[in-house]
T-cell receptor, first 119, second 114 residues
Framework: GAVVSQHPSRVICKSGTSVKIECRSL??????MFWYRQFPKKSLMLMAT?????????EQGVEKDKFLINHASLTLSTLTVTSAHPEDSSFYIC???????????????FGPGTRLTVL | GENVEQHPSTLSVQEGDSAVIKCTYS??????FPWYKQELGKRPQLIID?????GEKKDQRIAVTLNKTAKHFSLHITETQPEDSAVYFC?????????????FGSGTRLSIRP
């Protein structure tokens, strides 16, 4: 199956700093990627849809100036958590949409996740 | 927008017995329903999916059913084994759309008792 990587897998930072998380589709091109946030023992919450070459679409309640998304190429989307605070500590997971062609069901492949801890 | 509800939140079954997880969705335009298994600290893994033109699908010990009229879908695991212990998420998605996205249910923590 298609492979999606995320980097870093784990990051600890001080409050007020910014953290960038990368999501890469390794063996396919993804015009669409998604960013999720998951709190302990909770479900995955969709934060935004990242579209190559255009602005991301944010879900209601997600601050676009707080969570900057850049999808500059067909294999890379980045999520930057700006001025991070302890409440931003969470497990962030990306997924990439494998486009199988017109009329097909496009499957999402998930990255391994990034655990962010803000001190 | 789409809303997916999932029950139960926790489920404990004896090894060898069956487990059933149920979900409902709100958007009648949803046409793709994947199920994911997530182990602690790891990514969700797709275990089975069903499309809206199908009522039931089976893959070895796992089966999913879909009732489009009632907007219900369920996951059935038979002959449960210890390695089935994990959190399971149902999801709903609208495909054939450039805005395709997956909305997850709240999850079910399944524990298999030896």
């Amino acid at each position: 199956g298609a492979v999606v990587s995320q980097h870093p897998s784990r990051v600890i930072c001080k409050s007020g700093t910014s953290v960038k998380i990368e999501c890469r589709s390794l063996d396919f091109q993804a015009t669409t990627m998604f960013w999720y946030r998951q709190f302990p023992k909770k479900s995955l919450m969709l934060m935004a849809t990242s579209n190559e070459g255009s602005k991301a679409t944010y879900e209601q309640g997600v601050e676009k100036d707080k969570f900057l998304i850049n999808h500059a190429s067909l294999t890379l989307s980045t999520l930057t958590v700006t001025s991070a605070h302890p409440e931003d500590s969470s497990f962030y997971i990306c997924s990439a949409l494998l486009n199988s062609g017109i009329g097909s069901y496009n499957e999402q492949f998930f990255g391994p996740g990034t655990r962010l801890t803000v001190l | 927008g789409e809303n997916v509800e999932q029950h139960p939140s926790t489920l404990s079954v004896q090894e060898g017995d069956s487990a059933v997880i149920k979900c409902t969705y709100s958007d009648s335009a949803s046409n793709y329903f994947p199920w994911y298994k997530q182990e602690l600290g790891k990514r969700p893994q797709l275990i089975i999916d069903i499309r809206s033109n199908v009522g039931e699908k089976k893959d070895q010990r796992i089966a999913v059913t879909l009732n489009k009229t009632a907007k219900h879908f369920s996951l059935h695991i038979t002959e449960t084994q210890p390695e089935d212990s994990a959190v399971y998420f149902c999801a709903a998605s609208i495909r054939y759309s450039s805005a395709s996205k997956i909305i997850f249910g709240s999850g079910t923590r399944l524990s298999i008792r030896p």
